[in-house]
């Protein structure tokens, strides 16, 4: 199972940027996919998650800011990041719960997409 995020990028304060993360491999269910976020000389934090049955959870610091959500079908996870602020800056995680065909549950961990907030 791979975990391959994308979208980070360099981004003005104000702007928007949306984060994908697609888990492929032999997959037989999903359980909560999320984000985590570290910033240099921080440690990793927990910005959102999904649930497989819908429901949501953020961080304090982007309630009102991101959105997360989910496409079943594709086994993809996005967040819609708008109104960034510098202190948004940090590398971006993706993880989910994944239940494989042989029927082992495990937590699976994307590389990283780097999002970068400043003037």
């Known amino acids: 199972v791979q975990l391959q995020a994308s979208g980070g990028g360099l981004v003005q304060p104000g702007g928007s940027l949306r984060l994908s993360c697609a888990a492929s491999?032999?997959?037989?269910?999903?359980?909560?996919m999320g984000w985590h976020r570290q910033a240099p000389g921080k440690k990793r934090e927990l910005v959102a998650v999904?649930?497989?049955?819908?429901?949501?959870t953020y961080a304090d610091s982007v309630k009102g800011r991101f959105t997360i959500s989910r496409d079943n079908a594709k086994n993809t996870v996005y967040l819609q990041m708008d109104s960034l602020k510098p202190e948004d800056t940090a590398m971006y995680y993706c993880?989910?719960?994944?239940?494989?065909?042989?029927?082992?549950?495990?937590?699976?961990w994307g590389k990283g997409t780097l999002v970068t907030v400043s003037s």
């Open positions: 491999g032999s997959i037989f269910s999903i359980n909560d």
């Open positions: 999904s649930t497989s049955g819908g429901s949501t």
């Open positions: 993880n989910a719960g994944i239940r494989t065909s042989d029927f082992r549950r495990s937590d699976y």
